[in-house]
């Protein structure tokens, strides 16, 4: 089936820096949505976009809806050991179904 | 406010037998979605329910397989003949029936056939 691009594929950092990752689409979409999933649980939202061009803030995250409506990206700032996980960015044209991307694995070392 | 919540977690069978998972959504939530995650890939779409309707269903979605929403409140999901592919996490959300998107997923069944 059809999946979002997302980079980079994992990113291994130091507690305390900011991260940025972002995710990529051929098509346009009317909705982006970033998720976050532990392993053997389910994805766990943590923003949503509604907007081309918009730019929301959940504390330390923050995540933009790109102008072409093909992209968005999400940036950590003040990283911690609990944002360990996968981040997976959604997105969602006309029908309700979200198409997902293929993740961001997050490693936070002390 | 409780999450949705989904049974078995785990469900380990042989091929060929038929398995069938539960999935309760958040209360007030009129639409119910079913995604199929394996490993290392993101959730894909299998099909959702708004109320008892089913609205729309994925070509993954072969004939072995059959979800229903009987009264607009819990789902199930059925595999019949299960096959060694079909091992996944099999995940439900739920949304509200308005103009804003926001599906709230569930812990998954992870489903192992053998």
């Known amino acids: 089936g059809q999946q979002l691009n997302q980079s980079p594929q994992s990113m291994f950092i130091q507690e305390g820096e900011d991260v940025s990752m972002n995710c990529t689409s051929s098509?346009?979409?009317?909705?982006w949505l970033w998720y976050k999933q532990d392993p053997g649980e389910g994805p766990v939202l943590l923003i949503a976009?509604?907007?081309?061009?918009e730019l929301t803030s959940n504390g330390r995250l923050t995540a933009q809806f790109g102008i072409t409506r093909k992209d968005s990206f999400l940036n950590i700032s003040a990283s911690i050991p609990s944002d360990v996980g996968i981040y997976f960015c959604?997105?969602?044209?006309?029908?309700?179904?979200?198409?997902f991307g293929t993740g961001t694995r997050l490693q936070v070392f002390p | 406010d409780t999450g949705v919540s989904q049974d078995p977690r785990h469900k380990i069978t042989k091929r060929g037998q038929n398995v069938t998972f539960r999935c309760d959504p958040i209360?007030?939530?009129?639409?119910l979605y079913w995604y199929r995650q394996t490993l290392g890939q993101g959730p894909e779409f299998l099909t959702y329910?708004?109320?008892?309707?089913?609205?729309?269903k994925s070509r993954l979605l072969s004939d072995r397989f059959s979800a229903e929403r009987p009264k607009g409140s819990f789902s199930t999901l059925e595999i019949q003949r299960t096959e060694q592919g079909d091992s996944a996490m099999y995940l439900c959300?739920?949304?509200?029936?308005?103009?804003?998107?926001?599906?709230?997923f569930g812990p998954g069944t992870r489903l192992t056939v053998l």
């Open positions: 209360s007030e939530h009129n639409r």
């Open positions: 959300a739920s949304s509200r029936m308005t103009g804003y998107n926001e599906q709230f």
């Open positions: 329910f708004q109320n008892e309707a089913q609205l729309e």
């Open positions: 959604a997105g969602q044209l006309y029908t309700d179904k979200l198409i």
């Open positions: 976009l509604y907007k081309a061009g």
């Open positions: 098509s346009i979409f009317n909705t």
